[in-house]
């Protein structure tokens, strides 16, 4: 909300706010299933498993791949808890980009 003053009159304007950069939510389901949902709604679907020290994501649906927080679906994986936190590192092999997933 913006407040003006003009020669001692008040306006009032109000501007809609427009949520933007908003993380996607990652649920890890039992028996190496997922599902992401997106800030508008929209869920996608995944098979995950995990091999020593990576993760493997794993689509039926080329749009629950594309809807993919990533293009990579191997990473490196690193689970830890921080005070109240859970933190799940993923770690792109190919390109060492890190993505950070608290719960």
């Known amino acids: 909300m913006i407040e003006t003053?003009?020669?001692n009159k008040f306006?009032?304007?109000?501007?809609?706010?427009?949520?933007?950069?908003?993380?996607p939510s990652i649920i890890f389901e039992k028996a190496?299933?997922?599902?992401?949902k997106n800030?508008?709604?929209?869920?996608s679907f995944f098979?995950?498993?995990i091999?020593?020290?990576e993760i493997y994501f794993s689509f039926d649906k080329k749009q629950d791949k594309d809807m993919f927080f990533s293009a990579f679906q191997v990473f490196r994986f690193r689970l830890y808890k921080e005070s109240k936190s859970y933190?799940?590192?993923?770690?792109?092999t190919s390109v060492n980009c890190k993505y950070i997933l608290m719960r």
Do not use: F, M, P, V
């Open 5 to 7: 003053n003009h020669k």
């Open 11 to 23: 306006t009032t304007t109000i501007k809609k706010e427009i949520a933007c950069n908003i993380c």
């Open 32 to 36: 190496g299933k997922g599902k992401l």
């Open 39 to 43: 800030s508008s709604g929209d869920e």
């Open 47 to 49: 098979y995950w498993r």
């Open 51 to 53: 091999d020593q020290s």
């Open 87 to 92: 933190i799940l590192e993923l770690t792109e």
